[in-house]
């Protein structure tokens, strides 16, 4: 491989990287539905809302790991020889571990998706489904690791 078909390559897989993992930060991992049914009273609530991944339990490892991986994704396209080698093999590990991160929370959210709670007094209804988030959550790492891994070749000699 040529190092201008890595360069290019690695910068362009990089930049979709880096696309995907704006969008895991931005769209919901979680959607909600809180109902309490009160028999007495008419106190009734039905709520709907969503959850980012630093909003999760455990989610802010998820985010802490992206944006080391970003700083390692980064590295490798300005370092040179041996060093941009050593961060983008860095990057690899990184983006292995902030899938499996990714994926744990995905399972969280999936064994948890139906709660009921029978009080004395009302009955409490929490139903959690995933959102869209978590499909890009796991993509990008893998694809700015693999983006940084391109970029390293950049730099090896012929």
Known sequence: ??????????????????????????????TYRLAVDVPTGGADLDHQGRLAVFQLDLGWWYVVMLFVLLGLVGWTAVAKGAVARWAALAGLAFGVAAMAVASALAGRLASTSVDTVVSGIAMIDVRAARASGIGYGVAAPLVLALGGALLSVRTQRE
């Open 1 to 30: 491989m040529s190092r201008k078909v890595a360069t290019i390559g690695g910068g362009l897989v990089a930049g979709v990287g880096f696309v995907l993992a704006l969008l895991a930060l931005a769209l919901p991992w979680a």
